[in-house]
């Protein structure tokens, strides 16, 4: 997989914002997709992933009502929509790829990240 991540940029608090992660790659409907955030001083924490299908979906607590993944197997991307946006959202967020179980767990291959996109939400 080659997973390119794009769409971050600066909202205010409250606001909405879309990332999405394309995948340049020819196995992209395989993997189950991820996506990862890291702020500044802390470590990467998992978001939400998707299943292979779309047909299973995870979230963490944290985003888990705001934020809303997919994916378009079709155009190999995946999305990450994300709503009633805090200044603690604010990071580096990441797609990842890999089994399901594994990605949630945070167990990734190294080559299956994508540089990330940074979102910054604004008070």
């Known amino acids: 997989v080659q997973l390119v991540e794009s769409g971050g940029g600066l909202v205010q608090a409250g606001g909405s914002l879309s990332v999405s992660c394309v995948d340049s790659?020819?196995?992209?409907?395989?993997?189950?997709l991820a996506w990862f955030r890291q702020a500044p001083g802390l470590e990467r924490e998992f978001v939400a992933a998707i299943s292979w299908n779309g047909g299973s979906t995870v979230y963490a607590d944290s985003v888990k009502g705001r934020f809303t993944i997919s994916r378009d197997n079709a155009k190999n991307t995946a999305y990450l929509v994300m709503r009633s946006l805090r200044p603690e959202d604010t990071a580096v967020y990441s797609c990842?790829?890999?089994?399901?179980?594994?990605?949630?767990?945070?167990?990734?291959?190294?080559?299956?990240w994508g540089q990330g996109t940074q979102v910054t939400v604004s008070s």
């Open positions: 790659g020819r196995a992209f409907s395989v993997y189950a």
């Open positions: 990842a790829a890999g089994p399901l179980q594994q990605i949630v767990a945070g167990k990734v291959a190294p080559g299956f």
